[in-house]
């Protein structure tokens, strides 16, 4: 089992930035990434953005691609979302969940367990 904590939400402007962090203790490296989900008021959850832990591959939702920037540390068991060009759409709670392994589904949050707590991340326009 692995227990996440996100953290870096808060209120910005549109076309502002932010980056969000995940940090992860347990047995990260048995599974096969972290992805980053959100949900918006009225909405259901949502694909954001996932990162393999060995090689670092990643996929974007297409809302999202060229905007957000998913990394991670595997030294520090942490997972990054940088959010630039900020939108009013992207105003929800954001959530880390793990990845269990190789999937040809990653925006299906079936495929992930181990869920955080979320961060709220308000969007102003």
């Known amino acids: 089992q692995v227990q996440l904590v996100e953290s870096g939400g808060g209120l910005v402007q549109a076309g502002g930035s932010l980056r969000l962090s995940c940090a992860a203790s347990g047995r990260t490296f048995s599974s096969y990434g972290m992805g980053w989900f959100r949900q918006a008021p009225g909405k259901e959850r949502e694909f954001v953005a996932v990162i393999s832990w060995s090689g670092g591959a990643t996929y974007y939702a297409d809302s999202v691609k060229g905007r957000f920037t998913i990394s991670r540390d595997y030294a520090k068991n942490t997972v990054y979302l940088q959010m630039n060009s900020l939108k009013r759409e992207d105003t929800a709670v954001y959530y880390c969940?793990?990845?269990?392994?190789?999937?040809?589904?990653?925006?299906?949050?079936?495929?992930?367990?181990?869920w955080g707590q979320g961060t709220q991340v308000t969007v102003s326009s």
């Open positions: 969940a793990v990845l269990r392994g190789y999937s040809d589904h990653p925006w299906d949050d079936h495929e992930y367990d181990d």
